[in-house]
């Protein structure tokens, strides 16, 4: 009968293995693994094709993500969701914090997406000087994700801000990369230059992010595997045409002292490993899964597999350190859509999927819960500005970040960035006190009973940066934002608490990592403490004069310090970035709107708005008070 | 995750050395003397020969001018059997295969003698200008033509390019001048003399210049995110000088002689990948030669062709950027020929004729790269001829023979290739009152490896076999004329099969390519055409259809994913059509050209799917006499609709363009 049944199930594998679609084939009941909700599954496509996809593997379900294309070419989750291709040859993946970082290698690009949508928040473009750096491999640590490109660099990035923030050099065509004992180790191929590969590791010291040594290995480094002491590195050396094989080493680096400590003679290309134990294969088509004792340098099983199940050519692999489960991504012919196969620990078949991607070669474990919507179009811009006129933010922690400076930019184009992201939701920074934004909005905005605007910010009850709102009517018609201004007048305002017209000025600091000091119109001083978490110029980068005023109300210091706990207290109402966002004292009525003498403006309506940073404060642990501003909305639907 | 750090490099360089090609010319002289002429070839205005015992098909300058030909690729794309792969623009790659055999089995022949390239072994047919050109012909299969070079003789299909003859009557001189401009900037001015060099004979000389910016606009399709854009780094410029002369010697001899040079400096057009469009890479190209070819007829029974060139080739290529350790790629090659040929012609009997010849070349490649083999190849290919050929019927067979010698300066040179291979063909007019004939042939042809195949990098390999490829092939030819009317009509039905084939396969890994005598390739295929047209009256109108069919199905393991798929880049179905009509007011053009679906792999799988495609082009043109000069003036659009397609995938096709083009002829 169990005969019979293989007969059976082999018989329905070949029909599937025909069709297209992506198909999860049972030979267990049980698909889930863990606590994990899921796995992606990377696959980079043919080379120039532009075909990279990623699949969802739906634990809870025990279904695979089959959404097809509208051309009907493909089953790809990315598409599903973010309406556009990954690109070509996508080379990896990692999960860390909520986000999902792809690493695409001939598209030079770091598409991040959202890890419980998949929705693609920003592609950061990968290139210097018109050259593509074509991102390899990725991994995570701390506040930061880092990619190895083969332009021979390792770039930083920025997890909060999902931003690029710094890139080193490191050897030629690094083609792997792994953290150990607080240090980055990049295995640096040369793998361009075919008889002359590069034939080192390059450890960087992460909290510096400078590359402190290279350590010398056999040529043609290039999967690296950390198990937190050791560092493991495979070193292919120069591929004989003749013998149409690689010879190839696995060294173990002692993460301590960086130092080769063993080499074993094993054909390996690429491992997983866990509790000491590595699971490899070799390369090429027919490689076998071996098992490799990591403290010996033993092979202790040279077929993993054990009920028969054959590979073509193992392409990626995974084991899930808890239940020992060994995940094994096809890539079948290369040209075929592979799949991906699902071990127990005796290497017993639990489930296979076919037709997962065109050479899939990552393999990550989810533990959000993932809900993909089908891409709906382009977003309606949120909120009611459409027009960015002036973006002059002090100087400040953030500033240069949000919106990114790129060079090139000017006073135009980060504009232009700072409506991007009033329109997508995003955070803009202010800057130190006085930095303002100036913006147009949509329509008209009529003083009607109750509230009638409101602008998202960051803040919290007792996380508050408050920033000062200008409103003005554009009463010559003219679209601009000549016309007179009228202070919203907030809680301090009104209760006398603040100054009027107090001017500031910055001065361009030397070098990048200096404070910025800046001196008050009732000579107070001080600076803009430069902090180690943002390490970029904290004075505006397109401003062209190294020094700038600005001139606003300043409200009353609002931090305070109670048992080393920093309070940044938040006013009443009337301020941006003030009180959580959407709560009533949080919201704006025109009707607050005065003369420069404090009577009541009496506008019927605004068409602009100006905000402000209000306050001078900065403390230790989270640097200078700096107001952020998101999305403005209209609350009077009627004057639509 | 297992795409090795060699990956790019290879396939960059795979992909550079399509376009590492020549466009090289050469020519023959058909002053074939009058006494022979009966017995070499029946010639026709039309685009098919009723006579041929292959499918052979000419387009002559009222088809060039219909189909509006800039580069001599356009024209083929009209003719039945022909699967032109084209990577877009002026300077993208354009090569030509025929019933399965891939494009390397397609011989490019100027003027009746073979160009090679045994770099890559494919020609651009993009290369060659459409003025250079009286008319270009396609024939697949055995040749009817005795005195056919031995190495042409020896291939499954040739291109051939007929260069301007002088067309001196009465006068001394004529002269021709002629500008073009076009979309995408694109401009290019010709001119032309042929005169009377005194006792030496006649001559003519040729310039023609061409330049482009080629930045047409595209759609990037990517699902609901498909972007419009322009193609960038597609610059190509381009100069041709030749000249010729024609002599006669004695009563009974003709020679010619021939120079020829050939410059261009270009971009090349870059795969379209997402989010990165850094098109980069340029492309030198120089190619000079000269050459003579010397006609006797000795006797009544005796004609001999002798034939002598020496030509050379150089191309660099150059990319800028590359994260190699050098920073850029810089591949300059230097390929050296030396061409000798001789057919001598004996007529047995009245009917009877046999033929022998024997062609020598010695060609060298040079490199600047450190791990360049140097190689350098001589082939001796010999062939003998038999032809009886009675008013009804045509029956010819050939033996041909391949030698090759090969030396390297570096690494194991190749083994001697020493191959036989045999063709025949039978042409029989069975019904001659209906003008109805039948005709068949039998072929075996090679394709050697080339220099790439055998020595490139890494990836070649020494040991390769040639390719065989066997074409049986029957048709009809029906072909009549009344009053004014004419009309023809042609079909043919094939099966080919091509062994060992040669082709760059992954070997432990997508990232390390090797060359391998891998698999086989058979396909059946019809092959029709319909050409009619009315001369008389004041209106002159003419008609020609075709219609293409191909299964080629890869038949190298029965346990691969590719079992039975059809060839990459070849359509089931094709199809075209060209009407003009020339008259006293103005003469009009239309074209046609549809492909069916096909892949782009050869996985038949989704992801390669390449949709159907049809492109319609239009063109008016007049002639002014003004002072005994004539002037043309001529006003093209192509790709009318501006249909956005892509023939080979990510390598956009240009949508429409205008062209107008002024000639002055004194």
Redesign the interface.
């Known amino acids: 009968m169990r005969k019979v049944n293989h007969i059976l199930l082999s018989a329905l594998l070949l029909t599937l293995s025909c069709d297209p679609e992506p198909v999860l084939l049972k030979h267990s009941e049980i698909v889930a693994d863990g606590d994990h909700t899921g796995i992606f599954v990377l696959s980079e496509g043919l080379f120039n094709r532009n075909n990279s996809t990623l699949a969802w593997i739906d634990f809870e379900t025990g279904a695979v993500d089959s959404w097809k294309s509208p051309t009907g070419t493909s089953y790809d989750c990315f598409e599903k969701v973010n309406g556009r291709r990954l690109g070509d040859t996508a080379n990896d993946m990692i999960l860390y914090g909520s986000h999902l970082y792809i690493v695409v290698s001939e598209s030079s690009t770091i598409d991040i997406l959202d890890a419980t949508t998949l929705k693609s928040v920003k592609q950061i473009p990968m290139s210097r000087d018109g050259r593509p750096s074509e991102p390899r491999r990725i991994t995570a640590s701390g506040d930061y994700v880092y990619v190895c490109s083969f332009d021979g660099t390792v770039t930083r990035i920025d997890t909060l801000l999902l931003t690029a923030d710094r890139t080193i050099n490191v050897g030629r065509n690094p083609d792997g990369i792994c953290v150990a004992n607080g240090k980055l180790y990049v295995s640096n191929s040369g793998g361009l230059d075919f008889n002359n590969p590069d034939c080192t590791v390059s450890v960087i010291d992460l909290n510096s992010f400078t590359e402190t040594k290279r350590i010398e290995v056999r040529q043609n480094p290039g999967s690296i595997y950390s198990d937190g002491k050791n560092v493991f590195v495979v070193s292919r050396g120069i591929y004989d045409y003749g013998k149409n094989d690689y010879d190839t080493r696995l060294h173990k680096i002692d993460a301590e002292n960086d130092v080769v400590t063993e080499t074993f003679n094993i054909p390996i290309l690429t491992m997983d490993a866990h509790d000491g134990i590595a699971w490899f294969y070799g390369y090429g088509p027919g490689g076998t899964i071996q098992m490799l004792d990591l403290e010996r340098g033993e092979i202790i099983n040279s077929d993993f597999i054990t009920d028969g199940t054959r590979i073509q050519c193992p392409y990626g692999i995974r084991v899930e350190p808890r239940s020992g489960k060994v995940y094994v991504c096809d890539a079948a012919d290369y040209v075929t859509p592979g799949s991906l196969f699902c071990f127990s620990p005796e290497g017993r078949l639990l489930y296979k999927v076919t037709n997962i991607g065109i050479n899939p070669n990552t393999i990550t474990f989810c533990d959000n819960k993932v809900t993909l919507r089908r891409y709906a179009g382009k977003p309606e811009p949120k909120g009611h500005v459409d027009r960015v006129f002036e973006y002059m933010p002090a100087p400040g922690q953030f500033v240069n970040l949000m919106p990114q400076y790129e060079e090139g930019d000017d006073a135009q184009t980060m504009a232009q960035k700072c409506l991007e992201a009033f329109q997508s939701g995003e955070m803009i920074t202010l800057g130190a006190f006085g930095g303002y934004v100036t913006v147009g909005l949509r329509s008209t905005i009529h003083n009607l009973e109750g509230k009638d605007f409101r602008i998202d910010g960051n803040a919290f009850n007792g996380s508050s940066e408050p920033g000062v709102v200008w409103v003005s009517s554009d009463e010559n018609h003219n679209g601009l934002p000549d016309d007179k201004w009228y202070e919203i007048e907030g809680s301090e305002q009104k209760a006398g608490r603040s100054v009027a017209d107090y001017t500031i000025s910055y001065t361009r600091p030397a070098h990048e990592d200096d404070h910025t000091p800046w001196t008050g119109s009732d000579g107070r001083s001080g600076s803009v403490l430069h902090n180690k978490s943002h390490s970029q110029y904290y004075y505006p980068l397109w401003y062209e004069s190294d020094a700038v005023e600005f001139t606003g109300t300043l409200l009353p210091d609002n931090i305070t310090q109670e048992n080393d706990i920093w309070i940044m207290k938040s006013f009443e109402y009337g301020y941006v970035d003030n009180l959580t966002n959407n709560t009533e004292n949080a919201l704006f009525d025109i009707e607050w709107a005065v003369n420069p003498d404090g009577t009541p403006a009496n506008l019927e309506s605004i068409d602009f708005i100006r905000i402000q940073n209000g306050v001078i404060g900065c403390n230790e642990r989270t640097g200078e008070l700096s107001t952020e501003v998101s999305t403005i909305y209209n609350l009077n639907p009627k004057s639509e | 995750?297992?795409?090795?750090?060699?990956?790019?490099?290879c396939?960059t360089v795979i992909?550079t050395l399509c376009f590492r090609l020549e466009a090289q010319g050469q020519i023959l002289s058909d002053g074939t003397p009058s006494k022979d002429l009966q017995e070499v070839t029946v010639t026709s205005d039309r685009t098919t020969n009723p006579h041929s015992v292959s499918v052979s098909k000419k387009a002559d300058a009222a088809l060039l001018r219909a189909t509006s030909t800039l580069q001599v690729s356009d024209v083929l794309k009209y003719m039945s059997g022909a699967t032109v792969k084209d990577y877009g623009g002026i300077g993208g790659l354009k090569t030509v295969s025929v019933r399965g055999l891939g494009a390397q089995h397609t011989a490019v022949a100027y003027d009746g003698i073979i160009i090679t390239d045994n770099q890559t072994g494919q020609i651009d047919l993009g290369k060659f200008s459409g003025s250079q050109a009286q008319s270009v012909s396609m024939t697949s299969g055995p040749d009817n033509d005795m005195l056919q070079p031995a190495a042409l003789a020896a291939q499954a299909a040739v291109i051939s390019v007929s260069s301007k003859r002088p067309e001196i009557g009465e006068s001394k001189a004529r002269s021709k001048g002629e500008l073009k401009y076009g979309s995408f900037r694109t401009v290019s001015a010709l001119a032309e003399s042929d005169f009377k060099a005194g006792r030496l004979g006649t001559a003519t000389v040729q310039g023609e210049w061409l330049d482009t910016r080629g930045d047409y606009p595209y759609t990037q399709?990517?699902?609901?995110?498909s972007r419009q854009m322009r193609r960038t780094n597609s610059d190509v410029s381009r100069l041709r000088v030749e000249g010729a002369l024609f002599s006669s010697i004695g009563e009974n001899s003709s020679l010619t002689t021939r120079i020829y040079w050939f410059q261009s400096a270009q971009g090349l057009p870059a795969?379209?990948?997402?989010?990165?469009n850094?098109a980069?890479e340029r492309l030198w190209n120089s190619n000079g030669f000269m050459q003579s070819t010397l006609t006797t007829a000795f006797t009544d029974r005796l004609t001999m062709r002798l034939s002598a060139k020496y030509g050379t080739t150089y191309t660099r290529y150059l990319d800028p950027?590359?994260?190699?350790?050098?920073g850029k790629t810089d591949n300059r090659y230097t390929e050296r020929e030396g061409y000798l040929s001789g057919v001598a012609l004996y007529r047995l009997a009245d009917r009877l004729t046999a033929s022998a010849g024997i062609d020598t070349r010695l060609s060298a490649l040079d490199g600047n790269g450190a791990?360049q083999a140097h190689p350098t190849r001589l082939t001796l290919n010999s062939t003998a001829a038999i032809k009886y050929a009675s008013d009804r019927i045509i029956i010819t067979g050939r033996l041909n023979h391949v030698f090759t010698k090969e030396k390297t300066r570096l690494r194991q040179a190749a083994e001697s290739y020493n191959h036989l291979s045999p063709t025949a063909g039978l042409n029989w007019l069975v019904w001659p009152k209906a003008g109805l004939h039948l005709r068949a042939s039998v072929s075996n042809t090679l394709r050697l490896p080339t220099f790439n195949d055998l020595y490139f990098?890494?990836i070649g390999r020494r040991d390769l076999r040639p390719e065989r490829a066997t074409v049986t092939s029957a048709g009809i030819v029906l072909e009549n004329e009344s009053r004014g009317w004419f009309w023809s009509f042609y079909a043919d039905a094939y099966n080919s099969n091509v062994k060992d084939r040669i082709m760059a396969v992954?070997?432990?890994?997508?990232a390390?390519w090797?060359m391998k005598n891998i698999g086989s390739v058979i396909t059946h295929g019809l092959e029709t055409g319909l050409e009619t047209g009315y001369t008389l009256g004041p209106v002159h109108p003419h008609l020609m259809l075709s219609y293409t069919y191909q299964r080629s199905m890869d038949k190298s393991d029965s346990g691969?994913?590719?079992w039975n798929h059809q060839l990459p880049y070849t359509p089931r179905h094709s199809a075209s059509a060209v009407a003009w009509a020339e008259n006293s007011i103005v003469n009009a053009g239309i074209n046609l050209l549809y492909s069916g679906e096909y892949f782009c792999?050869?996985?038949n799988?989704?992801?390669?799917?390449m949709p159907s495609y049809y492109e319609i082009g239009c063109s008016l043109w007049r002639d002014f006499n003004i002072n005994g000069s004539t002037v043309t003036l001529k006003a093209e659009c192509i790709n009318l609709t501006d249909k956005r397609y892509e023939l080979v995938?990510?390598y956009p096709m240009p949508g429409r363009q205008l062209r107008l083009t002024a000639t002055v002829e004194l």
């Open positions: 995750m297992a795409f090795d750090v060699k990956t790019i490099t396939l992909c399709e990517n699902s609901a995110s795969n379209i990948l997402y989010n990165e850094a980069r950027k590359v994260n190699s350790s050098t791990d990098e890494q992954p070997g432990k890994n997508t390390l090797m691969s994913s590719t792999n050869g996985y799988g989704p992801e390669y799917y995938r990510n």
